[in-house]
């Protein structure tokens, strides 16, 4: 009897998920698009010189999603920003329409920064963001006893576990050099040696997270290939001097720091 009580609990659970499942496929295919994507009001506000301080907002009822404005990302129908690079740029709304999902985009033209930038912009860019800063590394390219390019504490930047560079194995890149600036975009430009040709990409400073993730198909200095380094670096310290970048995570389950100096 007892044994008859349990397959019978179990056959009205399974009914019951039965049932709720199908509840769920109904549901699903009674969804309904609230409006097209032609509906969707996308509208960037601005003062009257086009200046870098840009609402961003999305306006239309019954539509839920989130902006990507090239720097980050704003889980919100509308924000307002501080957009760091001059020109028309393109910024994304990402959402759903009811049934499926959508992007639209909307050009904002900026003609003058008018409102200042955070800090770390200018450290990393130099005060003439469209001309751009070039940084190297601070030391070598031989073995000097400095610390510029080391295996670190994964929870230390500066728990130096093997001073690589300062020691005796710089990378091969030791001597070359990488560039920042808002040239129309937030470019990166990196070059392995002092004659070498340039490589291109794109950059993204996190002021609030205080990380720099470079993109493109290019890393900084010193990324050696299989040093699980996927182009995200904590910043441990950025001045107009200074950059100190980390990760926690570089093979062979250690961290790995970077520090740089402008170039003279």
């Known amino acids: 009897m007892k044994r008859n009580n349990i397959i019978q609990g179990i056959f009205v659970a399974l009914l019951a998920l039965l049932i709720v499942s199908c509840d769920a496929i109904v549901d699903e295919q009674f969804l309904e698009n609230s409006t097209t994507v032609e509906g969707v009001e996308l509208v960037a506000t601005q003062n009257s010189a086009n200046g870098n301080t840009i609402e961003l907002s999305m306006n239309t009822p019954g539509v839920t999603g989130y902006w990507d404005y090239n720097l980050g990302v704003a889980l919100t129908n509308k924000v307002e920003i501080v957009y760091p690079i001059p020109g028309t740029s393109t910024f994304t709304f990402i959402g759903t329409l009811g049934a499926e999902f959508f992007e639209k985009t909307i050009d904002v033209t900026v003609d003058v920064l008018d409102t200042p930038l ?38 230390n930047p500066w728990g130096v576990w093997w001073n690589a560079a300062g020691d005796c194995c710089p990378p091969a ?67 107009e001097d200074k950059m100190v970048l980390h990760v926690p995570d570089a093979a062979w389950a250690t961290g790995w720091t970077w520090v740089f100096v402008p170039a003279e």
Do not use: C, H
């Open 118 to 155: 955070d800090q770390d912009w200018y450290d990393l860019v130099s005060e003439s963001t469209s001309e751009g800063k070039t940084w190297v590394f601070d030391g070598g390219p031989t073995p000097d006893g400095r610390f510029w390019w080391f295996m670190s504490d994964p929870g």
């Open 173 to 239: 890149d030791a001597a070359g050099r990488m560039s920042f600036d808002l040239d129309g975009a937030a470019n990166f430009t990196y070059y392995s040696g002092p004659d070498a040709d340039p490589a291109t990409g794109s950059f993204v400073l996190d002021v609030a997270n205080q990380t720099l993730t470079i993109d493109g198909g290019v890393n900084i200095l010193g990324s050696m290939e299989g040093g699980g380094n996927a182009g995200v670096f904590n910043i441990v310290e950025l001045t």
